[in-house]
């Protein structure tokens, strides 16, 4: 079986094989970061995403062969929203820019599996795995669920985005209903952290008894 990035995973599962995934402003990196301290090994693709592009890295330097300076900040690093702007609007750009980036993404994937132990629990962090149809690579897929409305404040709060760019990026990603249809557990994030940790915390019991019934 394969991952989101072609490589190989069986070998790592002898639980499960957990696919963690939500819209843009859902909130799916405060699912990720808690399921990881109650011990899971969250792989982020997200994450690697950024890394693969960091100052000095080769994925960098196509993304400006391809995009040009324009993409690039005073300091040399990728200006992450200048870029999202230009791709979020042409899929035939957003077609380029995975090309780049989603090889470099797998390679990186394939080292922290090659890490983990035979008996983890790996959580792939994945944004587009509705987008790409990826949920039957997972045995257990969960959605962190937020209407569009809050995910479009919370980018405005957080990352200082304009309206139309949160509208653009929501536009380009699964709609809320597919997304949903997906999941095998969803995660409600509309409310107060405290309410998060505790749907989180019944989340990873039921993982663990899902991963005891083998």
């Not at 230009?86 to 470099?104: K, M, Q, W």
């Not at 309206?163 to 994030?189: C, H, S, T």
């Amino acid at each position: 079986m394969m991952d989101p990035y072609g490589t190989m995973v069986d070998r790592l599962w002898a639980v499960l094989k957990i696919g963690l995934t939500g819209g843009i402003g859902s909130g799916k990196s405060e699912v990720s970061k808690r399921l990881a301290a109650r011990g899971a090994v969250v792989i982020d693709a997200d994450k690697i995403a950024r890394q693969v592009v960091e100052p000095g890295t080769p994925g960098l330097a196509r993304v400006v062969a391809v995009f040009g300076d324009e993409v690039l900040r005073p300091d040399g690093s990728l200006d992450r929203e200048k870029l999202g702007s230009i791709v979020f609007a042409d899929s035939e750009r957003l077609g380029a820019l995975n090309a780049i980036v989603h090889p470099l993404v797998g390679e990186r994937v394939a080292e922290l599996q090659g890490r983990a132990a035979d008996d983890a629990v790996l959580v792939y962090d994945v944004p587009l795995l509705v987008e790409n149809k990826l949920a039957p690579m997972y045995d257990v897929v969960i959605v962190v669920d937020a209407a569009d409305d809050v995910r479009i404040r919370r980018l405005a709060e957080h990352r200082d985005m304009p309206e139309a760019d949160a509208k653009a990026r929501i536009a380009a990603q699964a709609g809320r209903e597919e997304r949903l249809a997906a999941a095998d557990i969803v995660i409600p994030n509309e409310g107060p952290l405290e309410e998060l940790d505790a749907r989180v915390a019944e989340v990873w019991d039921e993982l663990l008894r899902r991963a005891a019934r083998g």
